[in-house]
Every structure is written in C-alpha cells, then in structure tokens.
C-alpha cells in the first residue's frame, strides 16, 4: 500500500475521527477504492482490511473522501491565485491550509477575491481609506468630523464631511463584512437561532392555494423539517411566497457591535452606524444565503435518505419465483391488457378481456378460465391501476384451484413500456402489452424488473424534482447495486440491466456477456467469464463472487463463495476426506471444520466464517419468503370506506410525516406520524416499511378531495374527544364490510374526529407538493 501525501494523511484521520473509526480501517477502505474496488466488493470479501466495515460505512468513506478532496482542489485553486497576484504571505498560507471547512476557506479569501466594484472600492478610489482607518481605531479624543475636513475634495467627489463620512464607513462596513471572526460569531448565529419563516405574496392567494400552510409560518430553521423546507423553497421559486432564513437583527447587531464598537464616543458612533450598515446590506444577506444553502442541503440529504430506504425495502421485496403467470394490466374503456408468462417470465401470450357489461364479463371469465388452463397458469398478477378491484374480483370468481391471485404495485411500469429496454425486447408489441409483462415479471422476481426502471420513477420519494439529481441519482444507484450484489445474479439468465448493476461490471461489460453466452451458450463456470471481451481480471476480481451458476462444473460457482477462497474450501474438503458436493450437502462434515485452523496472512476470521455461513445455505436469497396479501372483500371504491373499518393493506411509501397505505380502493390513505402506533413516534421508518403489509383503521373521509386518513394504533379514537355521535354507543356507524373497533360501553368511546381533519389534511398538501 502506497504511502499517502500529507494533506491525504491528513484527510483519512479526520474522517476516522468524524465516523469514528480506526484510522487504519479507513486507510485500507480508501486504498482499496483507489485501486478500483465496488463498496459490495469492499464490504463482502476485503473484511479483514477494513475490519468487517459494512456497506454504509464504506460509501460514507467514500463520499467523505470526494468531499474534502473538493476542498483540498478549492485550497489549491486559492493558493495558485493569491500567488499570482503577489498576495501570498506565510500566515495567508497557513490560514487557507488550515481551513476545516468550503465556508471557512471562502472567509479567509474573501478580502482577497477578485469582485465587482462595491461601495468601499469606490470611497478607496476617493482617497478615504486613511479615515476609516482612523475612525475605526477610536483612538481617545479624536474627532471624527474634524479629521473628515481634510478629506473634502470635490474633484474626487467628497463634496463636504457627510459624504467623507459615508465613504469612510462603508470600507468600514466592508471590512466588517469580511472580517473573519465576525462571520464565524454570524455563522454559528443563523445555525443556532435563525427563523425560517414563510409569506404569501400578494395577490397569489388563489394561484398558491397548494401552500396555503405556508402563507404565514415560521418556526426555528435548525429543527425545520425537511419536508417542510423543501415546500417553502418550492413556493418560493414558483413566485407564491416570501421565504427568510435569519435570526432577530437585535440579537445579531449585540453580537457585531461589541466586536468593532470600542469606545463611547464620536469615532465609536460612526464605527456603530457603519457595523449596522454592513449587517443590514452585506453580512446578514450573505449569511441568509449560506442558510438557506445548508437547510436546502440538509433537506435534500433527508428526502435522498428516505427515497433510498424506501427503493431499498421495494427492490428486496420477496419474489414469487419462477412460476408460470398470467398477468393482467386492468381498464375499464380499452378493456384489460393480458399477457401469460413461463417460469422464466418470457412473453407466451397476449390478448385483451373486457369486463364492463354482463356479457362481455362472461366472456372474459371463459377467457382466463382457458389461458389458465392452456398455460398451466400458477399465479395471477393484477396490476394495481383503474379497474384493479374489479378485476382482481372477477379473477376470485373463478375460483381457480391452487392458483394465487397478487396485486401488484404498477409505479413505473408506463415508464418502462416506453423505454429503450422495452423497444429492445418487444419491438413490436403495444406499449400497454409490456407493461402488462412488467406486472407479471414484478411478481417473478421484483428485483430483475425494478432494475429496468429509473429508480426515481418508482414513485417511492418525497420532494424528488426539488432536490439535487446527481445526489439522488448516486445514492439510488448505491441502493440498486447493493441490492442486486446481495442477491447475486444467475449470469446464464440475468438481463443486461440487472448484470449491469453487478460489482465491477457496467452496462458495456453486461452486454458482452449476454453476447458471448448467446453465441457460445451458456457458462459452465465462473473463470469461463474471463473469455468475455474487455472482461479483464480485475472486474472478474469484483464480480466473480456476486455471479451464479447453477448446476456448473463446480458447487462453489453457485455460491457467494468468491473463487479466490476455493483452494480454501478444497483443503477443508481434502482435510475431511470428502468431496466438495459432501462438504455443502453435510452439516456433520461442517461441524468438524475449526475455522482457526485455516487463518492464516492472506485469510483471517471473517471471511471463513463467511464461507461457512454459505456453504450451509449456497446461494442463499436474503429477501423474505413471499406471502399471499389480499384486500378486504367488498371495498373497492372511496365510497365503500366507513369511519371505523378495520382494514388490511399495503404501504405503498413512507415519509417523514408518515405513510400511505393501499387499502384496495385507488387512493391510497394517509397514515399520520401521530397515528402510527400507540407509542411517540420519532421517525415513521422505525414503524413501517415500503410493501410491509399492515392492519388499519379509517378515521377521517373527504370524497370530494379523494382522500382517507387512516390509523395503526390499536384504539385510534381512544384520546379524541367531541360530542357524541355515530350509533349512540360512542361509536361511528359503518356499513361497509371488513371489521370494526370492538364495541364498548356509553359514554367511554369519544367521537371520532371531523372528516379529515387538518392535520391530515396539511400532509396530503405536503403529498401533492411532491
């Protein structure tokens, strides 16, 4: 391993200070990603460099380290102009190289930075440099309006002592502003006590309603919620409101003027007014910036990590697996597109059914009783669109033997059928056809499909065309590689997108090998990868553990057992006397292995206790196994929900201010932060996940807006208070199937709450936003 420059030293140890690891953990991760490595890579098989450091801890490494490398290039870039203009003095030198931070860099080069002409360029110019000086130093005695005399010029433009004076003050103000000290006091002033604070712009009422929460709001701008930040921002920039980020003047001005203000006296007053000025026309406007910057930063940070986490809890959704599927792609008017897949999820048949009107139901009924049955359909796929109850009921009542009925999420499947991908597979089928496909492969195998898709079209995020997309990219791409790497991919039948997403690979890479085992069929080994062009050995190095080859020349291939550990596993078999089929097929053959026994330089604990993990369950699928979820019978539409239903669902997203939940009736209902459990809930993540099936109960209605507020806890109408109402017994009255609260006696039930009340009705604003 290469020694490190300094200012690279000097970065590794402050990122192991900052994560709290050990420096020589973060050297090895920050070499091993020098050299190439994938953060699955690093984290699967180079665990005794890094001493066992997870994927999180990696990728955290590594952004950290493009962080302050930008800063070291900022440093540099800054150094170099100084130098060039003759500026650089050695304690200039040391105050960029010891710049913790881009703002804290940017302080110190302020007074330096090339600028536009300002107001204290121009009094210099006029040769009022010298009385700023003096009225700034409020020396004992001196009279400022006595020394401004003898700057009256008005061939300069001084044309008497007021405007000597003001000139004199705003190099003053200027010098406020760039004075180092003064803008860090600023800095920690706005972080620790600014108000964010929101207005609506007169006349926009009616055009802005969509922010009507925000048309007069402020709060503390260090707890704003990022959701809630990310609005304000948008109303802004859409021209509806008012957005400021800056703390009470008073508090900042008792902060200023102490640190330039010295003396009670006339010089004392001019330096007052002058730090006034430089707050109210310099300091505080760029120090409302820099807020603003890090609070649409911090947002932006927050929604990428929710969208990430959600992404994630999709794509590791369980799969059915490879059964034979008849998918259905719901519609009333152009009827329901229906496609049969094989076991492999390659396209058997299409066609399209109608189920509006007594006949044409009859006949759509004899048309997937024959599809199952020409097909040997095991499961059935409805796509969670127009249409989808009554379609999946029609499917219920057939009553099909040993066949499941699914819905099945449809984000993203219209983006699909009209990509590049869908063009390449099915050049000549209709755009609503492939869709239906994607249904049917999502139950497959939600993985191999979902990797198709552009991950910010899923639907799962908050706030995402708000925020910075390149972050959001690199952090959805993070989450599709580490999904796909912890899953592994069968190399022999994996499409190009999903080999694309391997450890080491790449689009370019993914494609050759699809290429070579069409032309040459499939691979029977690992090393035979090695055969693909511009498949060298170091993408061979990444890859190779997370490929699959089922049924291969040797076991190992389809395990995560990496290839350069199979000498390793071929001792262990040779120690024991068996084959390698023996040592995976007998855990009592494993059992006399001690692991300690083959530690050795190159090999220590952590990766032999992986290669025992796997050769327990080779190949092993980390996602849950699949269960059959189905809806409340009899609830299709809004107007079949009652107030006190009891109902199963689906979460279909997660946000700071709760989750949405499908409950089979189109719109999906709200379940608010506050109604996620019985218990205070911080974070809705630590409750609920994306595609986590959960029980509900509805609380609130607006059929005019579409919209259901729904509750988790066990008793939702237990701390709500009102007149009495409903049947009489403190309960709401329901006619709709599925069950209620349980009955209790007069006068213990409060009422349930108003019709969507307001705060649901501020987070469904907050949805729309997004």
Do not use: W
């Given at each position: 391993?290469?020694?490190?420059?300094?200012?690279?030293?000097?970065?590794?140890?402050?990122?192991?200070?900052?994560?709290?690891?050990?420096?020589?953990?973060?050297?090895?991760?920050?070499?091993?990603?020098?050299?190439?490595?994938?953060?699955?890579?690093?984290?699967?098989?180079?665990?005794?460099?890094?001493?066992?450091?997870?994927?999180v801890a990696v990728i955290a490494i590594r952004d950290r380290l493009t962080q302050l490398k930008e800063l070291d290039a900022r440093r540099e870039a800054i150094l170099k102009s100084l130098g060039e203009r003759n500026l650089l003095t050695p304690e200039l030198t040391t105050k960029v190289n010891e710049a913790p931070t881009m703002a804290q860099l940017e302080d110190v080069y302020?007074?330096?930075?090339?600028?536009?002409?300002?107001?204290?360029?121009?009094?210099?110019?006029?040769?009022?440099?010298?009385?700023?000086?003096?009225?700034?130093?409020?020396?004992?005695?001196?009279?400022?309006?006595?020394?401004?005399?003898?700057?009256?010029?008005?061939?300069?433009?001084?044309?008497?002592?007021?405007?000597?004076?003001?000139?004199?003050?705003?190099?003053?103000?200027?010098?406020?502003?760039?004075?180092?000290?003064?803008?860090?006091?600023?800095?920690?002033?706005?972080?620790?006590?600014?108000?964010?604070?929101?207005?609506?712009?007169?006349?926009?009422?009616?055009?802005?309603?969509?922010?009507?929460?925000?048309?007069?709001?402020?709060?503390?701008?260090?707890?704003?919620?990022?959701?809630?930040?990310?609005?304000?921002?948008?109303?802004?920039?859409?021209?509806?409101?008012?957005?400021?980020?800056?703390?009470?003047?008073?508090?900042?001005?008792?902060?200023?003027?102490?640190?330039?203000?010295?003396?009670?006296?006339?010089?004392?007053?001019?330096?007052?007014?002058?730090?006034?000025?430089?707050?109210?026309?310099?300091?505080?406007?760029?120090?409302?910036?820099?807020?603003?910057?890090?609070?649409?930063?911090?947002?932006?940070?927050?929604?990428?990590?929710?969208?990430?986490?959600?992404?994630?809890?999709?794509?590791?959704?369980?799969?059915?697996?490879?059964?034979?599927?008849?998918?259905?792609?719901?519609?009333?008017?152009?009827?329901?597109?229906?496609?049969?897949?094989?076991?492999?999820?390659?396209?058997?048949?299409?066609?399209?059914?109608?189920?509006?009107?007594?006949?044409?139901?009859?006949?759509?009924?004899?048309?997937?009783?024959?599809?199952?049955?020409?097909?040997?359909?095991?499961?059935?796929?409805?796509?969670?669109?127009?249409?989808?109850?009554?379609?999946?009921?029609?499917?219920?009542?057939?009553?099909?033997?040993?066949?499941?009925?699914?819905?099945?999420?449809?984000?993203?499947?219209?983006?699909?059928?009209?990509?590049?991908?869908?063009?390449?597979?099915?050049?000549?089928l209709d755009l609503t056809v492939r869709g239906a496909v994607s249904i049917g492969r999502r139950l497959i195998d939600p993985l191999s499909e979902l990797v198709k898709i552009d991950p910010k079209s899923i639907g799962v995020g908050q706030y995402q065309h708000d925020i910075d997309q390149g972050q959001l990219s690199r952090s959805l791409d993070d989450v599709v590689v580490s999904?796909?790497?912890?899953?592994?991919?069968?190399?022999?039948?994996?499409?190009?997108?999903?080999?694309?997403?391997?450890?080491?690979?790449?689009?370019?890479?993914?494609?050759?090998?699809?290429?070579?085992?069409?032309?040459?069929?499939?691979?029977?080994?690992?090393?035979?990868?090695?055969?693909?062009?511009?498949?060298?050995?170091?993408?061979?190095?990444?890859?190779?553990?997370?490929?699959?080859?089922?049924?291969?020349?040797?076991?190992?291939?389809?395990?995560?057992?990496?290839?350069?550990?199979?000498?390793?596993?071929?001792?262990?078999?040779?120690?024991?006397?068996?084959?390698?089929?023996?040592?995976?097929?007998?855990?009592?053959?494993?059992?006399?292995?001690?692991?300690?026994?083959?530690?050795?330089?190159?090999?220590?604990?952590?990766?032999?206790?992986?290669?025992?993990?796997?050769?327990?369950?080779?190949?092993?699928?980390?996602?849950?196994?699949?269960?059959?979820?189905?809806?409340?019978?009899?609830?299709?539409?809004?107007?079949?929900?009652?107030?006190?239903?009891?109902?199963?669902?689906?979460?279909?997203?997660?946000?700071?201010?709760?989750?949405?939940?499908?409950?089979?009736?189109?719109?999906?209902?709200?379940?608010?932060?506050?109604?996620?459990?019985?218990?205070?809930?911080?974070?809705?993540?630590?409750?609920?996940?994306?595609?986590?099936?959960?029980?509900?109960?509805?609380?609130?209605?607006?059929?005019?807006?579409?919209?259901?507020?729904?509750?988790?806890?066990?008793?939702?109408?237990?701390?709500?208070?009102?007149?009495?109402?409903?049947?009489?017994?403190?309960?709401?009255?329901?006619?709709?199937?599925?069950?209620?609260?349980?009955?209790?006696?007069?006068?213990?039930?409060?009422?349930?709450?108003?019709?969507?009340?307001?705060?649901?009705?501020?987070?469904?604003?907050?949805?729309?936003?997004?």
């Open positions: 391993m290469s020694e490190n420059p300094p200012a690279a030293e000097k970065n590794l140890s402050q990122i192991a200070d900052e994560l709290k690891l050990g420096l020589g953990q973060v050297r090895a991760t920050a070499a091993l990603l020098e050299e190439g490595s994938t953060v699955p890579f690093i984290a699967r098989y180079r665990k005794e460099a890094t001493g066992s450091l997870d994927e302020l007074p330096f930075r090339p600028k536009r002409r300002t107001k204290a360029m121009m009094a210099k110019e006029k040769g009022l440099e010298p009385l700023a000086l003096f009225i700034l130093a409020q020396e004992p005695g001196a009279d400022p309006l006595a020394e401004a005399q003898g700057y009256v010029d008005p061939e300069k433009g001084v044309e008497g002592v007021g405007e000597a004076l003001a000139g004199a003050r705003d190099i003053i103000a200027e010098i406020v502003n760039e004075n180092g000290e003064a803008r860090a006091a600023m800095r920690a002033l706005y972080q620790e006590r600014a108000i964010l604070s929101s207005k609506v712009i007169t006349g926009q009422e009616e055009a802005g309603a969509k922010f009507k929460d925000y048309f007069e709001a402020s709060e503390p701008a260090a707890g704003a919620a990022g959701h809630r930040i990310l609005a304000i921002r948008r109303g802004a920039k859409e021209g509806h409101l008012i957005m400021r980020a800056a703390p009470d003047p008073d508090q900042a001005l008792a902060i200023l003027r102490p640190m330039f203000v010295k003396a009670e006296d006339p010089c004392g007053e001019q330096v007052g007014l002058a730090v006034d000025d430089g707050y109210k026309r310099l300091l505080g406007p760029a120090m409302e910036v820099e807020l603003r910057l890090a609070l649409r930063k911090r947002a932006e940070e927050e929604a990428v990590r929710v969208f990430a986490e959600n992404l994630r809890e999709l794509l590791m959704a369980a799969p059915l697996g490879p059964k034979r599927v008849l998918a259905l792609d719901p519609g009333f008017r152009t009827g329901c597109k229906v496609v049969c897949l094989n076991r492999q999820g390659d396209l058997l048949h299409h066609g399209v059914i109608h189920i509006m009107g007594a006949g044409a139901r009859q006949e759509a009924a004899a048309t997937l009783r024959h599809l199952v049955e020409t097909y040997q359909i095991e499961a059935v796929a409805v796509g969670n669109g127009t249409a989808s109850r009554e379609t999946e009921e029609l499917v219920r009542s057939l009553e099909l033997k040993d066949v499941v009925v699914v819905m099945v999420s449809e984000a993203g499947a219209s983006v699909y059928s009209a990509s590049e991908v869908a063009r390449q597979e099915f050049p000549d999904c796909v790497n912890s899953v592994g991919v069968e190399v022999n039948t994996a499409s190009p997108q999903l080999l694309a997403a391997v450890s080491g690979l790449g689009p370019a890479l993914a494609q050759n090998i699809v290429a070579h085992r069409e032309t040459n069929g499939p691979f029977k080994e690992r090393g035979e990868l090695l055969k693909v062009p511009r498949l060298g050995p170091k993408a061979f190095e990444q890859a190779a553990g997370f490929v699959r080859i089922q049924g291969g020349v040797n076991p190992l291939d389809a395990s995560a057992v990496h290839p350069e550990s199979y000498p390793l596993v071929e001792k262990m078999a040779h120690d024991l006397a068996c084959r390698l089929e023996d040592l995976i097929r007998d855990q009592s053959l494993r059992a006399g292995i001690k692991p300690e026994a083959y530690v050795s330089e190159e090999v220590g604990l952590p990766t032999i206790n992986d290669i025992l993990a796997e050769l327990a369950k080779p190949g092993r699928d980390p996602r849950e196994s699949f269960e059959v979820f189905s809806f409340a019978e009899g609830v299709h539409t809004l107007e079949d929900l009652q107030v006190g239903m009891r109902l199963p669902g689906v979460v279909t997203n997660v946000t700071n201010f709760g989750a949405f939940v499908d409950v089979g009736v189109h719109n999906d209902g709200l379940v608010h932060i506050s109604q996620l459990a019985d218990h205070f809930v911080r974070d809705p993540r630590q409750e609920v996940k994306v595609h986590q099936t959960v029980e509900v109960v509805v609380i609130g209605l607006d059929l005019g807006r579409g919209r259901v507020s729904l509750s988790m806890k066990s008793d939702p109408f237990a701390d709500l208070t009102g007149r009495e109402s409903g049947d009489g017994q403190g309960r709401p009255r329901s006619k709709g199937k599925g069950s209620r609260p349980p009955r209790r006696p007069q006068g213990q039930r409060p009422e349930p709450p108003k019709p969507f009340n307001n705060a649901f009705s501020r987070a469904f604003e907050k949805l729309n936003k997004s």
